[in-house]
T-cell receptor, first 118, second 113 residues
C-alpha cells in the first residue's frame, strides 16, 4: 500500500504567486520525519525542507514552508513568491524509524510537476 | 566539497551481464541508500545501510545486491540484469539521525537490452 500520496501530478502557478503542493502519508510509527525534495529537469535531487513528527512548529526555509497537520497526516509544501526556477518535480518523502527493530526506511511519493508561468 | 559520487552516469548493457554501480561519499555519513526512479512511481528504495556491514532491504530489493565494507562506499550490484531494471538509479547518504536530509548522487541512467 502506498504510504505517501501526492494527488497533483501536475500544477501550474503564475510567477510571484504562492502555490501549495499536497502530500499525505500513512504510518503507525510515532517517530518519523517528512522531507521535500526538488528535482529540476537536470535531474539532481535537492533537499528543501524537513519536518519531524514531534516538531510543534511548522518548518520554514526561506520561501518554503511546510504546513504540517499531524492528525490529518498531511505535510503540504507551500512555495511563496514563485520564480521561474521553481519549475521542477517535487517529491514528498517520509523516513520511518523504529529503533527497537532497526527499521529505518525512506519512502517517496510519486511527485508533483510544477510549472511556473511568466 | 561534500558530495556523493556515482559511476557510471550512463550505462547500456545486455540482459544477464553482471554490472556494478559504484557510490562513494566523503561526508562520513552512516546511512546510505540506493533508489530507483521510474515515471509515475517516484523514487523507490532498493537497499539501505545504517553502517558498515549493516544492510537491509528497502521496498524493491529483488534482483539487486549491495555491500558495505567501508563507510564511504556502497556499491549496487546487478548479478543478472533484466530489461525491467532499466531505470534511473540514485545513491544517497545521510547521518543516521532520521532528522537529517539525504545528499544524492547525480544519478545513473541504466538501460538493459
Amino acid at each position: 500500500a502506498q504510504k505517501i500520496t501526492q494527488t497533483q501530478p501536475g500544477m501550474f502557478v503564475q510567477e510571484k504567486e504562492a502555490v501549495t503542493l499536497d502530500c499525505t502519508y500513512d504510518t503507525s510509527d510515532q517517530s518519523y520525519g517528512l522531507f521535500w525534495y526538488k528535482q529540476p529537469s537536470s535531474g539532481e535531487m535537492i533537499f528543501l525542507i524537513y519536518q519531524g513528527s514531534y516538531d510543534e512548529q511548522n518548518a520554514t526555509e526561506g520561501r518554503y514552508s511546510l504546513n504540517f497537520q499531524k492528525a490529518r497526516k498531511s505535510a503540504n509544501l507551500v512555495i511563496s513568491a514563485s520564480q521561474l526556477g521553481d519549475s521542477a518535480m517535487y517529491f514528498c518523502a517520509m523516513r520511518e524509524n523504529d529503533m527497537k527493530t532497526s527499521y529505518d526506511k525512506v519512502i517517496f511519493g510519486p511527485g508533483t510537476s510544477l510549472s511556473v508561468i511568466p | 566539497e561534500a558530495q556523493v559520487t556515482q559511476n557510471p552516469r550512463y550505462l547500456i548493457t545486455v540482459t544477464g551481464k553482471k554490472l556494478t554501480v559504484t557510490c562513494s561519499q566523503n561526508m562520513n555519513h552512516e546511512y546510505m541508500s540506493w533508489y530507483r526512479q521510474d515515471p509515475g512511481l517516484g523514487l523507490r528504495q532498493i537497499y539501505y545501510s545504517m553502517n558498515v556491514e549493516v544492510t537491509d532491504k528497502g521496498d524493491v530489493p529483488e534482483g539487486y545486491k549491495v555491500s558495505r565494507k567501508e563507510k564511504r562506499n556502497f556499491p549496487l550490484i546487478l548479478e543478472s540484469p533484466s530489461p525491467n531494471q532499466t531505470s534511473l538509479y540514485f545513491c544517497a547518504s545521510s547521518l543516521v539521525d532520521s532528522g537529517t536530509e539525504a545528499f544524492f548522487g547525480q544519478g545513473t541512467r541504466l538501460t538493459v537490452v
